[in-house]
């Protein structure tokens, strides 16, 4: 098992919109500053929601053009979908924007962590199985809000919205 030990002035628990903002706010401000996401950055806005939402919304307009052409004096057939293409579209769309954000964070120097989080007061811990275990002190963290709630274990007062 790798084990790294770091100390931080802020991180981030969750790599939204909420969070990557966040993340890089306190970066510019002269922070030292990680940033956990279990799963991709972005969150569930970009990765499953918003974003991809969009994405096919507009390929459905692109057909309701062509299939309305001929209001315009242009002529053609009947168009039809091929979903395949459309995903990879989309998929195109969310990965370019995925890495922009990754792009940013290292860029001013945040430290980006996957897998699955674990806060218990100022220690921060994060393991993947036997892969990959990493503990941060830290003198805050952030809990940005997200598309559900969750409430840690032992705290009466932190709800945080997560994936979930």
């Known amino acids: 098992m790798t084990s790294v030990s770091n100390t931080f002035d802020l991180v981030v628990i969750g790599g939204g919109p909420g969070g990557y903002a966040a993340a890089l706010y306190g970066a510019s401000a002269g922070l030292q500053v990680a940033l956990v996401e279990k799963d991709a950055l972005g969150g569930t806005?970009?990765?499953?929601?918003?974003?991809?939402?969009?994405?096919?919304?507009?390929?459905?307009?692109?057909?309701?053009?062509?299939?309305?052409?001929a209001d315009f004096g242009i002529e053609s057939s009947a168009?039809?979908?091929?979903?395949?293409?459309?995903?990879?579209?989309?998929?195109?769309?969310?990965?370019?924007?995925?890495?922009?954000?990754?792009?940013?964070?290292?860029?001013?120097?945040?430290?980006?962590?996957?897998?699955?989080?674990?806060?218990?007061?100022?220690?921060?811990?994060?393991?993947?199985?036997?892969?990959?275990?990493?503990?941060?002190?830290?003198?805050?963290?952030?809990?940005?809000?997200?598309?559900s709630w969750h409430c840690f274990r032992g705290s009466c007062y932190l709800v945080v919205l997560t994936s979930e």
Not at 45 to 69: M, Q, W, Y
Not at 95 to 113: D, Q, Y
């Open 45 to 69: 806005c970009l990765n499953r929601g918003c974003i991809p939402a969009k994405a096919f919304l507009e390929t459905a307009a692109v057909k309701r053009h062509v299939e309305h052409s």
């Open 79 to 147: 168009p039809t979908v091929d979903f395949a293409v459309t995903q990879a579209r989309k998929q195109k769309i969310v990965a370019g924007l995925v890495g922009g954000i990754g792009a940013m964070c290292k860029g001013r120097k945040v430290e980006v962590f996957n897998g699955p989080r674990y806060v218990h007061r100022a220690v921060f811990s994060l393991a993947d199985g036997a892969k990959y275990a990493s503990t941060c002190d830290c003198e805050g963290y952030r809990t940005p809000s997200g598309s």
